[in-house]
């Protein structure tokens, strides 16, 4: 009787039961499904961006209308990402280091930018602080502009941005508990010398990578800014605003040249989550030995 040997015994069924061929099936379509839906389409984008050669290109991306958007996207993304990572930092330490009631709620209204659709996000701004809205008179007669402004275009990014930092925190902080934090204030250290000392260096990573997935979606942001924005060129129009404008306008040329630089921010954020990543793992596989 022949005895499996140690190798083997140790490796899952699946690796023992499926046959070569069912694997490079499964890859083969799982490659040929990505290219398709996302490789293919990129290429499409910047070959249509370069169609009419680099001159137009670049005068699509120095046009004033695609400046004022490309500044307006740069300068939203710049409020809303450090919002949110302190929101997300707030957030995680309550629900993971403290008992209180309704913390089931607070983890739920987390998730709720999720379950609504952007649009209904932007309606909710405007039935506030539109004009006929309940704070829109108090506004007007103050002189403070929300709506068709650049506070209404960073409400409604914070508000679809809102649950990625701290989504990434919560399971982590979960996993790790409370140990290092009670023994640090055993040991005489405050909330801010435990939270900078031992909390911090644990989270670092998955910090930064909510940071850049919360960047990424602030970027790209169409539907709840396209409500609260007003469509106004060179005003409110941040990227994906601008690139709409421009296709309904049958300037494909510059509509894909913005759009390629915008896919350009994507794939450079994607770049820097993949070595954050990267270098995370090799720190782990450097610590156990590996």
Known sequence: MQYPSARTANKPPSALSDPPLVRYLLTTIAILFLFLILVLPLI??????LSQGFSLFFAALRDPDALAAIRLTLITAAIVVPLNTIFGLAA???ITKFNFRGKSL?????DLPFAISPVVAG????VIFGARGIFGPWLQAHNLPV???LPGIVLATTFVTLPFVARELIP???TQGRDDEECAITLGANGWQTFRRVTLPNITWAL???????NARAMGEFGAVSIVSGHIRGVTNTMPLHIEVLYNDYQFTAAFAVASLLALLAMATLLIKFFIEHYHRRQINAGTGD
Do not use: D
């Not at 499409?44 to 961006?49: K, Q, T």
């Not at 930064?208 to 919360?214: H, I």
């Open 92 to 94: 995680a330490w309550t």
């Open 208 to 214: 930064l990578y909510g940071v850049v997935l919360c």
């Open 147 to 149: 709506i068709f402004a």
């Open 123 to 126: 309606l909710i701004f405007v």
């Open 44 to 49: 499409l984008v910047f070959a249509s961006a």
């Open 106 to 110: 607070l983890i739920t209204l987390i």
């Open 172 to 174: 982590l902080m979960q």
